[in-house]
């Protein structure tokens, strides 16, 4: 039952980027849903993920539900918190926040997750979380409590994002921040690519296409973006003229 990391590993052999259009329950009315997912199916987004750093419960499991009804894309869980986990969704990613020493974004809340996924029929995809400093402070930054690790140490990067590998972590997730002012930059994607033998994911305060091409040229596998879409929906056409 690893059908959508298989995937994106498959996806990975053939030289196929992925993109991920990233919905946030808080900032997505439940009516606006249909012509939205309406613009990511004809883009080239490859998956939907959904969640946000502070949702109200059942908010996120109504906005699967109105998603799943539109569209073929996998939707992958995003979660700020336990409450957003739902079954209706394809996958979770269970995020470690690797880049901090806050225990309860390392593993307190994956304890608390279990009693959920225990009767749930989700694929869980374990993920190394790691927050990279943008320019400024981020939401996950605030709820979290933790520090970003800083663009200047790039060896400390580059060795958090491996013992995340090392830990059995399937996926490292690269991590600016939520309209980050500076994307992550693109020679700590390529460093950080060239150690590790699992999928990479980049997001962060990616808003063209520039920096989208910038970040798959340097190696990440998928790319996230929320803000672009939610700020100007216009962005989707720039996409589309990629398809
Ligand atoms: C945030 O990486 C995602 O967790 C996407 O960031 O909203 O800045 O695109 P943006």
């Known amino acids: ?22 919905i946030d329950p808080d900032k997505m009315a439940i ?11 004809q883009s080239f987004a490859t998956h939907i993920f959904v969640g946000g750093s502070t949702v109200d419960d059942e908010a996120t499991e109504a906005l699967v539900i109105e998603i799943k009804k539109n569209t073929n894309l996998p939707v992958v869980l995003f979660p700020g918190d336990v409450s957003q986990i739902t079954n209706h969704a394809d996958a979770l990613l269970f995020l470690s926040l690797i880049s901090g020493t806050n225990s309860e ?9 279990v009693s959920i996924l225990r009767h749930f029929n989700l694929e869980v995809i374990p993920t190394g979380y790691v927050l990279i400093e943008n320019g400024k402070q981020t939401s996950v930054e605030k709820v979290t409590n933790t520090k970003p690790l800083s663009i200047q140490n790039v060896q400390q990067i580059v060795d958090t ?24 930059p693109i020679e700590i994607i390529s460093f950080v690519k060239q150690e590790l033998n699992i999928p990479l994911i980049v997001g962060g305060g990616i808003r063209n296409d520039k920096q989208l091409e910038d970040a798959y040229n340097s190696g ?9 879409f939610e700020e100007d929906d216009s962005f989707f056409d720039e996409l589309i003229n990629r398809k």
Do not use: C, R, W
């Not at 995937?7 to 993109?19: P, Q």
């Not at 009516?31 to 199916?41: A, C």
């Not at 974004?105 to 997750?113: D, F, G, Q, R, V």
């Open 31 to 41: 009516e606006m849903t249909f012509g939205f997912i309406k613009k990511v199916n």
């Open 161 to 184: 994002a491996k013992a995340g590998e090392l830990l059995g972590m399937q996926i490292i997730y690269l991590e600016a921040g939520s309209g980050a002012i500076h994307p992550v």
């Open 220 to 228: 990440a596998d998928l790319v996230v973006i929320g803000t672009a």
């Open 105 to 113: 974004y390392l593993i307190s809340k994956h304890i608390e997750a």
């Open 1 to 22: 039952m690893k059908a959508i990391y298989n995937n994106i590993l498959n996806s990975i052999s053939k030289g196929e980027k992925l993109l991920a259009v990233l």
